[in-house]
């Protein structure tokens, strides 16, 4: 790489990481590799794009803000690739029951009470959550999203949003999906992208899934949507009708319009192979947390799905469920429950783990190449992790300190688009007193059930 020389006295650089170890590198989908790390880089960044990457000794950082990031690991901002984030209202509402009492006594019956102003709140609980923990991007799905899409410009962060609905609905559940769509794609400077948000195969009937899959095609976007969440849910798709959720998506053309799918625990083999024919245009979120706790399983086919070429990202799902938003927790536990699974303890090397954290959930979410790597032309999403911590020393390995020590609240530094969402540990975007304050108040009537209605039944 050609040393920079300024010749004005102009900055060259709106922003400048200097002396960072920088994570440039990780093995390509399917092969599990190293990865591979720089020394003392410089990053720089302009337009909110990252436009030059190189050893900070040959850099002669010209910019309008440097950053001194001696000590700090720089690495893609964590991408969560399926989230609901404005439940970080339920958090903690319903613990240690079964799913089928999770959806049906406690999660619908109160999203009956949720409002716009609440999505509004809730969301910026979840993006000051995000941000503190690294995530510079997140796919989400849930209700009253033109209230989520205001939190994100407002937040700085960036966020692929889909409008949930059901068949329950009738046609304006899908039309409303297909508005949200439509109207913010490209909107907060290309922070926000949209997709056509079906709840699930056993809630949407085939004729919203191909209207799904039409709409998505014709705007560009793809459909996010719950599928073959467990082996029970796959079971009982064979049972009524011979085929899997997959095979439902298969048929419906939404796998061929382009598909993030949550969270595919009930992915077989034969589903393996539909997905391998679509592998540039889907990909399966995956988010072991929550299924640990709710006893959902088995753990999806992470190494099939690899081997065949479809790109898997984390996911927190929804603060209800997983407790936290912390894509950290989910690589540590994706780790570490992949080798058990596989009874392979050399499998789902630190690399590979990485990987998943950057360009492959970049690729889940439709984004490949655009986020989730340090590579000159790619957004500057960039995070700044501090490894000095006694729980990360020695830093023998790298990559595995980064998959198996760091805590979310090493992360020093956040940036989206360029622009500095979290400075050493300061949000810059977000009043958190304020913020927090009308957060509780909003909360307790949020899980009143008194009124004895529900948006939903789950009936599988
Ligand atoms: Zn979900």
């Given at each position: 790489m050609a040393p920079r020389?300024?010749?004005?006295?102009?900055?060259?650089?709106?922003?400048?990481?200097?002396?960072?170890?920088?994570?440039?590198?990780?093995?390509?989908?399917?092969?599990?590799?190293?990865?591979?790390?720089?020394?003392?880089?410089?990053?720089e960044i302009t337009d909110g794009a990252i436009t030059w990457i190189g050893p900070s000794a040959d850099a002669r950082p010209s910019a309008r803000e440097v950053i001194d990031a001696n000590g700090l690991v720089a690495m893609p901002g964590l991408i969560n690739t399926h989230c609901h984030a404005a439940m970080t209202f339920l958090r903690g509402v319903a613990e240690d029951v079964p799913i089928a009492n999770w959806f049906n006594d406690y999660i619908w019956p109160m999203e009956v009470n949720v409002g716009g102003r609440d999505v509004y709140i809730g969301t910026m609980v979840a993006a000051a959550e995000m941000i503190e923990s690294g995530i510079t991007s997140f796919a989400d799905h849930y209700f009253f999203m033109d209230e989520a899409a205001r939190a994100v410009e407002k937040s700085g962060m960036r966020a692929n949003l889909g409008s949930a609905f059901f068949s329950s609905q009738g046609n304006e559940g899908l039309a409303h999906s297909v508005e949200f769509a439509e109207a913010w794609h490209g909107r907060a400077n290309g922070r926000i992208t949209t997709s056509i948000a079906p709840h699930a195969p056993y809630t949407c009937n085939d004729d919203d899934l191909r209207?799904?899959?039409?709409?998505?095609?014709?705007?560009?976007?793809?459909?996010?949507?719950?599928?073959a969440e467990d082996m029970h849910q796959t079971q009982l798709g064979v049972d009524g009708r011979g085929i899997t959720p997959i095979q439902v998506l298969a048929e419906t053309g939404v796998l061929d319009a382009g598909v993030i799918i949550a969270h595919g625990n009930g992915i077989v083999d034969a589903d393996i192979e539909l997905l391998a024919t679509h592998r540039d245009r889907v990909g399966v979120t995956h988010g072991p947390k929550g299924y640990l706790k709710y006893a959902l399983g088995p753990l999806t086919p992470i190494r099939g799905l690899l081997a065949a070429g479809v790109p898997v990202?984390?996911?927190t799902d929804g603060a209800a469920s997983n407790s936290t938003l912390?894509?950290?927790?989910?690589?540590?536990?994706?780790?570490?429950?992949?080798?058990?699974?596989?009874?392979?303890?050399?499998?789902?090397?630190?690399?590979?783990a990485l990987q998943l954290a950057g360009s492959g959930a970049a690729a889940v979410i439709g984004q490949p190449g655009m986020i989730g790597e340090?590579?000159?032309?790619?957004?500057?999403?960039?995070?700044?992790?501090?490894?000095?911590?006694?729980?990360?020393?020695?830093?023998?390995d790298l990559a595995a300190t980064l998959v198996y020590c760091v805590q979310a609240s090493d992360v020093r530094t956040t940036i989206v688009d360029g622009n500095v969402l979290m400075r050493d540990r300061r949000l810059t975007t977000i009043d958190r007193e304020a913020l927090l304050t009308e957060f509780r108040q909003r909360a307790s009537a949020l899980t009143d059930r008194s009124h004895g209605r529900t948006i939903q039944d789950y009936t599988t």
């Amino acid at each position: 790489m050609a040393p920079r020389h300024p010749t004005t006295d102009q900055p060259v650089a709106d922003l400048a990481i200097v002396g960072a170890t920088a994570l440039v590198g990780t093995p390509a989908i399917g092969v599990d590799g190293l990865a591979e790390f720089a020394a003392s880089t410089t990053i720089e960044i302009t337009d909110g794009a990252i436009t030059w990457i190189g050893p900070s000794a040959d850099a002669r950082p010209s910019a309008r803000e440097v950053i001194d990031a001696n000590g700090l690991v720089a690495m893609p901002g964590l991408i969560n690739t399926h989230c609901h984030a404005a439940m970080t209202f339920l958090r903690g509402v319903a613990e240690d029951v079964p799913i089928a009492n999770w959806f049906n006594d406690y999660i619908w019956p109160m999203e009956v009470n949720v409002g716009g102003r609440d999505v509004y709140i809730g969301t910026m609980v979840a993006a000051a959550e995000m941000i503190e923990s690294g995530i510079t991007s997140f796919a989400d799905h849930y209700f009253f999203m033109d209230e989520a899409a205001r939190a994100v410009e407002k937040s700085g962060m960036r966020a692929n949003l889909g409008s949930a609905f059901f068949s329950s609905q009738g046609n304006e559940g899908l039309a409303h999906s297909v508005e949200f769509a439509e109207a913010w794609h490209g909107r907060a400077n290309g922070r926000i992208t949209t997709s056509i948000a079906p709840h699930a195969p056993y809630t949407c009937n085939d004729d919203d899934l191909r209207g799904a899959a039409d709409a998505a095609r014709r705007l560009g976007v793809r459909v996010h949507i719950h599928a073959a969440e467990d082996m029970h849910q796959t079971q009982l798709g064979v049972d009524g009708r011979g085929i899997t959720p997959i095979q439902v998506l298969a048929e419906t053309g939404v796998l061929d319009a382009g598909v993030i799918i949550a969270h595919g625990n009930g992915i077989v083999d034969a589903d393996i192979e539909l997905l391998a024919t679509h592998r540039d245009r889907v990909g399966v979120t995956h988010g072991p947390k929550g299924y640990l706790k709710y006893a959902l399983g088995p753990l999806t086919p992470i190494r099939g799905l690899l081997a065949a070429g479809v790109p898997v990202g984390y996911c927190t799902d929804g603060a209800a469920s997983n407790s936290t938003l912390d894509v950290f927790e989910n690589m540590r536990i994706t780790a570490i429950t992949q080798k058990h699974a596989a009874n392979d303890a050399t499998w789902f090397r630190s690399g590979t783990a990485l990987q998943l954290a950057g360009s492959g959930a970049a690729a889940v979410i439709g984004q490949p190449g655009m986020i989730g790597e340090l590579r000159v032309g790619a957004r500057a999403d960039v995070i700044l992790v501090d490894v000095s911590g006694f729980h990360c020393q020695p830093l023998h390995d790298l990559a595995a300190t980064l998959v198996y020590c760091v805590q979310a609240s090493d992360v020093r530094t956040t940036i989206v688009d360029g622009n500095v969402l979290m400075r050493d540990r300061r949000l810059t975007t977000i009043d958190r007193e304020a913020l927090l304050t009308e957060f509780r108040q909003r909360a307790s009537a949020l899980t009143d059930r008194s009124h004895g209605r529900t948006i939903q039944d789950y009936t599988t």
